[in-house]
C-alpha cells in the first residue's frame, strides 16, 4: 500500500505524521536508508519494524491464531476477565483510548466495546508506523462501533509521545499491548517509558503488556511455529526490500532461526543465508556479500520477570496500580498511573 494523499487519509479516518517513505534530508527513503546502514553492519541487521506492510500484517494476523502463539489468546483473556476494572480506574467522563503500535486492534475491540458502555465520551486513538494496518484497523473499528470517535494517526511511536503531549485536556488510557515493550531492550525500554512518562498529564494511566520469562520450550514453539508463518513473516523483510527497493534477495537461499537468549531474556530473530551470495539493491545503489551460514538480525523480543516490571516502572515515575494475569501466568497487563510530583 503506497502512502495516501492527505486528503484521502482524513476521509479514511486517521492523519499520516511520518510515512515510512517520507523523504529523510539526504534524499533516501527512512526505510531505503535504514536498510544501507542494517546491511553496512556487522553483524547485519534489519529493523523488524519494516515488516509491517500489507502483507506482513496479513501475516502478522495469521500468527496470532496460530496455537503456538499464546501471547494474543492470553492477553484477550486477560483483557476480557478485566478491561471493566482497568476502565473503572480510569475513574473519568472523558477518555482517550490511546493505542501505541495498534496493529489490526483484535484485542483493543474488547476494551472498546466496554468502554462504550462504561465512559460517556471516549476516543480511540490508534498510533501505527504502517498505514497498511491503519486502514483496516480504522474501517474495522468504524464498522463495529457505531458513534465511536476515532482519530488515527500513523507515525512512529515518537510522533505519537509528541501527540500526546500537546492533547492535555482528557485524560489518557494508554495501550501498549501485545508486547511491543518487548522490542526494546531494557535500556530503551526505561527511555521510552521516561518519554512516554514525560508526554502524559499526572494521573494518566498505561496499559503494558509484558510476556514473562516462562518454559523455553514454549517461547522456541511460539517463534517457530510448524506451518511455517512466523518464518514467512520474518522473510517478508528481504520480500519488501525486493518489492519496495528493487532488491534482488532469493528467497529460497535464506532461512529463518529463532533463539533464546537465557542471559539477556530475549527471543532473537534472525535469517540466516544458507550460501554464499551476494545481493544487489537497485534503489540504494549498493550490493552485499552474504557469507554462508552468516545471520541478518531482524527482532528482539525480550521477556519478563516480575522484578524488572517493579523496577521499570518506580525508575520512570510510574505507580502499579494493579497486575492482570492469564491462568497460565504466562503473560501479564500491567496497569500503570502517571505520578508527578505538585511543583
Ligand atoms: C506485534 S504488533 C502488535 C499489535 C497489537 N498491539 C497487538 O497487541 O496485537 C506490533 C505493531 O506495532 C507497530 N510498530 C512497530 N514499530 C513501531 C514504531 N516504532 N512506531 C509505531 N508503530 C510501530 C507495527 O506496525 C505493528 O502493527
Redesign the pocket.
Known amino acids: 500500500m503506497t502512502t495516501k494523499s492527505k486528503a484521502a487519509a482524513q476521509d479514511a479516518g486517521y492523519r499520516v505524521l511520518s510515512p515510512a517513505d517520507l523523504s529523510a534530508a539526504h534524499g533516501l527513503r527512512a526505510f531505503a536508508l535504514d536498510v544501507l546502514n542494517g546491511l553496512s553492519e556487522t553483524p547485519k541487521r534489519l529493523?523488524?519494524?519494516w515488516?509491517?506492510d500489507d502483507e506482513?500484517?496479513r501475516l502478522?494476523s495469521r500468527i496470532?491464531e496460530l496455537d503456538e502463539y499464546y501471547?494474543?489468546r492470553t492477553?484477550a483473556e486477560i483483557l476480557r476477565n478485566h478491561t471493566e476494572d482497568i476502565l473503572k480506574r480510569a475513574g473519568t467522563d472523558k477518555l482517550d483510548i490511546v493505542?501505541?503500535?495498534?496493529?489490526?486492534?483484535?484485542?483493543?475491540n474488547i476494551m472498546l466495546e466496554a468502554a462504550l458502555k462504561q465512559v460517556k465520551d471516549v476516543r480511540y486513538v490508534p498510533?501505527?508506523?504502517?498505514e497498511a494496518?491503519m486502514g483496516g484497523l480504522v474501517k474495522n473499528m468504524r464498522g463495529k462501533f457505531a458513534g465511536l470517535k476515532v482519530a488515527g494517526i500513523v507515525?512512529?511511536?515518537?510522533?505519537?509521545l509528541h501527540w500526546l503531549s500537546q492533547s492535555n485536556d482528557r485524560r489518557n488510557l494508554v495501550?501498549?499491548?501485545?508486547?511491543?515493550i518487548g522490542?526494546f531492550n531494557k535500556v530503551q525500554a526505561r527511555v521510552f517509558l521516561r518519554q512516554l512518562w514525560e508526554a502524559l498529564n499526572d494521573g494518566d494511566q498505561v496499559l503494558i503488556?509484558f510476556d514473562l520469562k516462562k518454559d523455553i520450550e514454549l517461547l522456541l514453539a511460539a517463534y517457530n511455529d510448524k506451518h511455517g508463518v512466523t518464518a514467512a513473516f520474518n522473510k517478508n523483510l528481504l520480500k519488501r526490500v525486493n518489492r519496495e527497493l528493487g532488491g534482488d534477495f532469493d528467497l529460497a537461499a535464506y532461512r529463518h532461526f529463532a533463539t533464546y537468549d537465557v542471559f539477556s531474556g530475549a527471543m532473537e530473530s534472525y535469517i540466516v543465508s544458507l550460501k554464499r551470495q551476494t545481493v544487489t539493491i537497485r534503489d540504494i545503489q549498493s550490493s552485499f556479500e552474504f557469507q554462508e551460514w552468516e545471520p541478518l538480525h531482524t527482532e528482539y523480543s525480550y521477556k519478563y520477570l516480575q522484578s524488572d516490571i517493579d523496577g521499570l516502572a518506580s525508575n520512570t515515575g510510574f505507580k502499579i496500580l494493579d497486575q492482570y494475569f492469564d491462568n497460565n501466568g504466562w503473560f501479564t497487563d500491567s496497569l500503570w498511573q502517571v505520578e508527578k510530583p505538585s511543583l
Open positions: 529493523s523488524s519494524r515488516i509491517y506482513g500484517s502478522f496470532c501471547p494474543t492477553e493505542d501505541l503500535g495498534a496493529g489490526d486492534g483484535r484485542k483493543t498510533i501505527d508506523i504502517s494496518s507515525g512512529e511511536y515518537f510522533d505519537g495501550l501498549f499491548l501485545g508486547s511491543n522490542n503488556g
